[in-house]
Nanobody, 123 residues
């Protein structure tokens, strides 16, 4: 099992930016696809972005495409989510996740979840 610890959340005005980080323990990080998900109050957890094991391939949900950027540093066992042009509807708890696979997430493929970091966007 890999432990994931998110950081970087906070309160920001609409139009602002944040950089979320997710530090992972364990040796399987560099061979695993990583992703970010979010859960807004009263809503189900939803997919935000994913990156494959090498960082060479990324994928985003339509709602964040062009504003969010996922990246990783395998030497530091860390995955990042740069969030720009924040909107009030981006308010949510953001979770980091590790996939059982190297190339992405599929049904039931989440191996580990982080504890989440709160992002609140004021209008």
């Amino acid at each position: 099992q890999v432990q994931l610890v998110e950081s970087g959340g906070g309160l920001v005005q609409a139009g602002g930016s944040l950089r979320l980080s997710c530090a992972a323990s364990g040796r399987t990080f560099s061979s695993s696809a990583m992703g970010w998900f979010r859960q807004a109050p009263g809503k189900e957890r939803e997919f935000v972005a994913t990156i494959n094991w090498s960082g060479g391939r990324t994928y985003y949900s339509d709602s964040v495409k062009g504003r969010f950027t996922i990246s990783r540093d395998n030497a530091k066992n860390t995955v990042y989510l740069q969030i720009d042009s924040l909107k009030p509807e981006d308010t949510a708890v953001y979770y980091c996740a590790r996939s059982r696979y190297s190339d992405g997430f599929y049904e039931g493929s989440v191996a580990d979840w982080g504890q989440g970091t709160q992002v609140t966007v004021s209008s």
